[in-house]
């Protein structure tokens, strides 16, 4: 069974820094892609990061330079680390694993909560 944990949510003044963190079980983990959503009420999940198997790494124009993913193989965990944050990046925030070679599946975390105060 597939199950991702996120933790590392919670308030911070804007210019702080967050490290969000995504623990992932029931998978060969460093042979999987990992992403990063966010999303606030009223609107759809927004791609934030991903990650792929051979930590080749994209990012939404928003959190460029800000952002960065990464991945720890021997610990089954993918990190967000989140500087000079703004208002604009308060959001719950979620892990997702694919999984699959001729169909895909998403696997999702439960979220964390982002919350970056003026």
């Known amino acids: 069974q597939v199950q ?17 963190s995504c623990a992932a079980s029931g998978i060969i983990f460093s042979n999987n892609p990992m992403a990063w959503y966010r999303q606030t009420p009223g609107k759809q999940r927004e791609l934030v990061a991903t990650i792929t198997s ?4 994209d990012y939404a124009d928003s959190v460029k330079g800000r952002f ?5 193989n021997a610990k089954n965990t993918v990190y967000l680390q989140m500087n000079s944050l703004k208002p604009e990046d308060t959001a719950v925030y979620y892990c ?10 998403n ?12």
Do not use: C, M, N
């Open 54 to 57: 051979g930590d080749s790494t």
């Open 4 to 20: 991702l944990v996120e933790s590392g949510g919670g308030l911070v003044q804007a210019g702080g820094s967050l490290r969000l």
């Open 107 to 118: 696997y999702w975390g439960q979220g964390t909560q982002v919350t970056v105060s003026s």
């Open 96 to 105: 997702k694993v694919t999984v699959g070679s001729l169909v895909f599946y």
């Open 68 to 72: 960065t993913i990464s991945r720890d």
